[in-house]
């Protein structure tokens, strides 16, 4: 295959969740777009979306985020990161925060940034133009589509059609897949029994298609509806679209 | 009730508990939901209808003030007589009166959110006039001493064989009494009820409604309904009282083509709605000669009040976006304590009550923030952003009680973190020291409280030997 992403200098936007509890995930994203050709940088003055304490209300502590966002990836032509819903958050609510409480410089600064910003899938279907990635990861999947990635992001088909190229997989239709798992950030402690019958229908659903891995876009859903299926004692283990992506013929040999 | 009542998360666990409302519930959102959905695919021009929709409607609230005149124009000179009402007491207070000044002592009912929202009901019961619902889910409700949990089917938390037992207990206090014989069977509970309202339509004197659309330009009132026992309320008495929320008007007559496709098909998935009774003012010998239209104003003046609040005034209390609220369609309207639940719901009471109550509080919190709703909504309300919107007024709140919340604190301390990323580095070694002390990875159990929240139904990853940030600091290989 060629390099499509060959000249390409990518500012990787890890997100607080991948950073410290999965790292694997950004890790994969990594020697993906290497492998893709990318050069691929890691800005150390990055943190978080912000997302847990706006999409809680508070707008004044994430505002630190929204800059440290704006400031780190200030020297990038694009920024990518492996989670549709922390995208959606730097596209639809930095400018919003950065009018409640900063300058109008601010508010330029962080238009900037979001209008670079990809999820990993629309960055490999729409920039560098390429559904298959040379994957290989010979087991059943299905895909659960995760509400942010799907209604924000808009990530549509693309997760699917580079699910569809990697070879060896068979993907499984999840019924009811846009529903949500329930997780919504705060609300899985604030309401947590509505959070956890949400993400016990979501675990049903996910054993009722015979699959081994349940993938998404995104780690956070992927921590609720695992926590489900271990604590059932369930076999389908959950994995992050890029950790499929990132598998080569070579890892299985 | 939002004085009592308890916050949402409780109020939930209750309803969660319920297995036979959990099944009611699921049987009938997800048969609407699908019904809603084919009735969009089949449209080529959806999108456009809910451009215009929401163009209209904006329009409509940028110049309320001009189409309100507008509209108490055309309507007095078409023979009606128009009342404003600041507040929920002054409309009950308006309506009150010109039930009382016919003389009688009960009046029909024509389904109405606007009338819930304000309690007139009971406002004419401590009159002394007795309040008869003629739609078949409000009678239910109302049969049943229950209150509604759904703005367009109040009953769906009932099931059949329920409002079976319901009627055989109840319609013979009030009127009619059902066929000692009724079976649950669907077309004989809808023959005890025709039977039973038919003797209220023909006897009252007085027929209550509301409105789903108010066109300034003539002064004509619409009622979309279903089952014809609306058109029976607006046509058969002498005096009909309509009360109107004023975000109810339209400016033209032409606007109704928009709504009118976009309504039926949002809130029953119906190509066309069975009833739409149109009437502006009075038509000497056709219905009613005694026309009154009380606008009344109440919470939409706070939403009006705020520009990034507006949008919610477009609702068309269509009910689409609690059919596809996952959280609705676990809990069912009840956990809301509020006449409006849902989504829109947990937008506009918090606007109308305000946030004084720890369940008003709780509202804006009772969502995932999926985003389904956003995609169903016909008018195009950005319903994820006015919630969030609310639970910023509510962090505010929270903020400025004397009494600390450990939430806030929690939160100030998450604001810090994310400032600086080698904050977030110490951070990522601290749980990594945990990783390392752990040994393998895999799934941690039930742990104590805060964490229980989490973990008393589902596990939690255990954290990683090493944060991705240390990874790439040695070399990133
Ligand atoms: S907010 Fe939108 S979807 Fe919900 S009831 Fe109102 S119009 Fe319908």
């Keep these: ?253 | 009730m939002s004085a009592i009542a308890p916050p949402f998360p409780e109020a939930a666990r209750k309803q969660l508990a319920n297995p036979q409302l959990r099944a009611n519930l699921r049987r009938a959102t997800s048969t609407i939901k699908a019904k809603r959905a084919l009735r969009q695919a089949e449209m080529a021009d959806w999108e456009e209808l809910r451009a215009a929709a929401a163009a209209i409607k904006d329009r409509m609230i940028s110049q309320m003030d001009v189409y309100l005149e507008q509209a108490e124009a055309a309507l007095t000179r078409a023979g009606a007589q128009v009342h404003w009402a600041r507040d929920a007491d002054e409309a009950n207070s308006v309506v009150t009166a010109l039930v009382q000044a016919t003389g009688a002592t009960e009046v029909v009912k024509v389904k109405s959110m606007l009338t819930q929202e304000i309690g007139l009901n009971d406002a004419l019961r401590r009159a002394g006039i007795a309040p008869f619902e003629t739609d078949l889910a409000e009678l239910i409700v109302q049969l049943g001493h229950d209150t509604p949990s759904h703005i367009l089917v109040p009953a769906i938390h009932r099931n059949r064989a329920e409002v079976r037992e319901i009627f055989l207990a109840e319609m013979g206090l009030v009127g009619r009494p059902a066929p000692p014989d009724l079976s649950s069977d669907p077309n004989d509970l809808a023959a005890a009820a025709r039977a039973h309202l038919r003797e209220k339509f023909l006897r009252a004197k007085v027929g209550i409604s509301g409105g789903n659309f108010l066109i300034a330009e003539t002064g004509t009132l619409v009622v979309v309904e279903s089952e014809g026992n609306g058109r029976m309320c607006l046509t058969l008495p002498e005096t009909l009282i309509s009360v109107v929320g004023i975000e109810k008007v339209l400016p033209t007559f032409q606007d109704l083509e928009v709504f009118m496709q976009l309504l039926p098909r949002s809130s029953t998935g119906e190509r066309m709605n069975p009833y739409t009774s149109m009437w502006s003012g009075v038509t000497p010998g056709d219905g009613p000669s005694n026309v009154h239209v009380v606008l009344v104003a109440g919470g939409r003046l706070k939403a009006l009040a705020e520009p990034a609040a507006r949008p919610m005034l477009r609702c068309i209390r269509c009910s689409a976006c609690m059919n596809t609220c996952p959280v609705y369609q676990k809990v069912g309207g009840h956990a809301y304590g509020s006449v409006y639940p849902g989504p829109i719901g947990i937008v506009l009471t918090p606007q109308f009550r305000g946030l004084d109550t720890p369940l008003d509080r709780s509202l804006p919190f009772a969502c995932t923030l999926c985003a389904a709703c956003a995609d169903v909504c016909p008018v195009k309300i950005p319903l994820p952003d006015l919630i969030v919107r609310q639970r910023h007024k509510v962090a505010v709140a929270k903020t400025a009680d004397l009494r600390p919340h450990l939430e806030v604190l929690a939160m100030a301390g998450a604001g810090w973190l994310f400032r600086r990323g080698w904050r977030l580095a110490l951070a990522g070694w601290a749980l990594s020291v945990v990783g390392r002390l752990r040994g393998a990875r895999g799934a941690i159990g039930p742990l104590p409280w805060p964490m229980s929240r989490w973990t008393r139904a589902r596990d939690l990853p255990a954290p990683p030997r090493q944060s991705f940030r240390a990874w790439w600091r040695r070399g990133s290989r």
Excluded at chain 1, 5 to 22: E, I, K, S, W, Y
Excluded at chain 1, 32 to 38: A, D, E, M, N, V
Excluded at chain 1, 71 to 95: T, W
Excluded at chain 1, 184 to 189: N, W
């Design chain 1, 1 to 253: 295959m060629a390099d499509p992403g060959q000249g390409m200098r990518v500012g990787l936007f890890a997100t607080c969740v991948n950073d410290l509890m999965f790292p694997e995930t950004a890790r994969a994203a990594t020697q993906l777009l290497r492998r893709l050709g990318c050069e691929v940088v890691f800005p150390p003055g990055q943190t978080c979306c912000g997302q847990m304490m706006t999409n809680t209300g508070y707008f004044k502590a994430a505002l630190g985020a929204v800059k440290a966002y704006a400031n780190a990836f200030e020297g990038c032509d694009v920024v990518v990161a492996p989670s549709g819903s922390c995208v959606a958050s730097v596209r639809h609510q930095h400018a919003m925060l950065a009018r409640g409480g900063g300058s109008a410089k601010l508010v330029d600064r962080v238009e900037t940034a979001a209008a670079k910003t990809y999820d990993i899938t629309e960055f490999l279907v729409d920039r560098l133009g390429v559904t298959d990635v040379g994957a290989f990861f010979p087991h059943r999947v299905t895909y659960h589509p995760s509400c942010h990635s799907a209604r924000l992001a808009r990530l549509g088909e693309r997760p699917y059609q580079l699910l569809r190229a990697v070879r060896g997989l068979e993907l499984l239709d999840l019924p009811d897949a846009e529903q949500c798992c329930g997780f919504g950030g705060t609300f899985s402690v604030k309401n947590p029994d509505v959070s956890v019958a949400l993400a016990a229908d979501k675990a049903a659903n996910v054993v009722a298609t015979g699959a081994e891995y349940v993938v998404a876009p995104d780690n956070a859903c992927l921590m609720n509806i695992g926590g489900v299926l271990t604590r059932g004692r369930a076999a389908v283990k959950p994995i992050h679209l890029v950790e499929i992506l990132a598998q080569t013929e070579e890892d299985h040999r």
